[in-house]
């Protein structure tokens, strides 16, 4: 049910948001009354911040709060206060200044925590098998990962802008990941189609693999119940989707590293696992000794 309710939230919030930074812009011009501009201070960044993730793309990770959006949406609160306060100012304003900072802080706080799934996977313990298909839609088996280490995304879909930066991210650093010979594989629910064409717009050869009716991600307990945004589905989206996470696996298939995030803001750098990766690679010859 909270899932559900979050869905409907993030569907529904960016037009609110717009709802309100249009018509307090419009009494601040229409009126000359500087004070309207004090909603603009809740819901402005978060628009500003959208709208570069959106289009732009290269935002992998934030802050786990914005504490910094958060502190200017409530300063826009205590200015109408000041203002309605003094008499001078119109009590929608600050009306409209709580709403937006309530908004923000329920996005930055509430929405944006996913919880903790209920992973099956375990640090020390071998990667479960997984039957998935490749985005030319042929069977690919986890058994084709034996002998080399292998770097693994489950990601949301190309919907989720947060992914995809933190997929071209990825995509920038292969040549340091491909020297450890290390194998990078993305894998999401979404349609084969739309693999197909996320894997044409990288030069560089990482796998991109399909769980259908996310029968890997359900044995793995990484299936996010109605976590795509409401009226994403007209894209041809699952409501169901996976929650963010990163596995590395050594050459004998046994999961190494896992970063299992409670926030969809918060991924980890490739400096965080390349390390890793690296001494992976070290100890390959003297284990295959």
């Given at each position: 049910?909270?899932?559900?309710?979050?869905?409907?939230?993030?569907?529904?919030?960016?037009?609110?948001?717009?709802?309100?930074a249009?018509?307090?812009?419009?009494?601040?011009?229409?009126?000359?009354?500087?004070?309207?501009?004090?909603?603009?201070?809740?819901?402005?960044?978060?628009?500003?911040?959208?709208?570069?993730?959106?289009?732009?793309?290269?935002?992998?990770?934030?802050?786990?709060?914005?504490?910094?959006?958060?502190?200017?949406?409530?300063?826009?609160?205590?200015?109408?206060?000041?203002?309605?306060?003094?008499?001078?100012?119109?009590p929608?304003?600050?009306?409209?200044?709580?709403?937006?900072?309530?908004?923000?802080?329920?996005?930055?706080?509430?929405?944006?925590?996913?919880?903790?799934?209920?992973?099956?996977?375990r640090?020390?313990?071998?990667?479960?098998?997984?039957?998935?298909?490749?985005?030319?839609?042929?069977?690919?088996?986890?058994?084709?990962?034996?002998?080399?280490?292998?770097?693994?995304?489950?990601?949301?879909?190309?919907?989720?802008?947060?992914?995809?930066?933190?997929?071209?991210?990825?995509?920038?650093?292969?040549?340091?990941?491909?020297?450890?010979?290390?194998?990078?594989?993305?894998?999401?629910?979404?349609?084969?189609?739309?693999?197909?064409?996320?894997?044409?717009?990288?030069?560089?050869?990482?796998?991109?693999?399909?769980?259908?009716?996310?029968?890997?991600?359900?044995?793995?307990?990484?299936?996010?119940?109605h976590?795509?945004?409401?009226?994403?589905?007209?894209?041809?989206?699952?409501?169901?989707?996976?929650?963010?996470?990163?596995?590395?696996?050594?050459?004998?298939?046994?999961?190494?590293?896992?970063?299992?995030?409670d926030?969809?803001?918060?991924?980890?750098?490739p400096?965080?696992?390349?390390?890793?990766?690296?001494?992976?690679?070290?100890d390959?010859?003297?284990?295959?000794?």
């Amino acid at each position: 049910m909270t899932n559900r309710i979050k869905s409907m939230f993030i569907g529904a919030y960016p037009m609110v948001a717009m709802g309100i930074a249009a018509y307090a812009g419009w009494e601040a011009f229409q009126t000359g009354d500087w004070l309207w501009l004090a909603p603009l201070l809740g819901v402005v960044p978060f628009l500003m911040f959208l709208s570069r993730v959106m289009l732009l793309r290269d935002v992998a990770r934030t802050s786990g709060s914005f504490p910094g959006f958060n502190a200017l949406a409530w300063a826009g609160v205590a200015w109408a206060v000041y203002g309605v306060l003094r008499d001078q100012g119109d009590p929608a304003v600050l009306a409209l200044a709580g709403a937006a900072a309530l908004g923000f802080g329920v996005y930055s706080v509430w929405y944006s925590r996913l919880g903790c799934p209920e992973s099956k996977l375990r640090v020390g313990a071998p990667l479960p098998a997984l039957r998935l298909r490749n985005s030319q839609g042929d069977a690919w088996d986890s058994e084709s990962l034996a002998g080399r280490p292998a770097l693994l995304f489950f990601f949301r879909g190309n919907w989720c802008p947060l992914c995809m930066a933190q997929i071209k991210e990825v995509a920038a650093r292969y040549r340091e990941i491909a020297e450890t010979g290390t194998q990078v594989l993305f894998v999401s629910p979404q349609p084969q189609e739309n693999s197909a064409a996320l894997a044409a717009r990288f030069d560089a050869p990482m796998t991109f693999l399909v769980d259908d009716k996310l029968e890997a991600a359900r044995a793995l307990g990484l299936d996010m119940e109605h976590g795509l945004p409401a009226g994403m589905g007209v894209l041809g989206y699952e409501s169901t989707t996976v929650y963010p996470t990163v596995i590395v696996v050594d050459a004998a298939g046994v999961v190494r590293w896992l970063d299992e995030t409670d926030n969809y803001r918060v991924r980890p750098e490739p400096d965080t696992f390349l390390p890793l990766l690296r001494k992976l690679a070290q100890d390959r010859p003297s284990a295959a000794a």
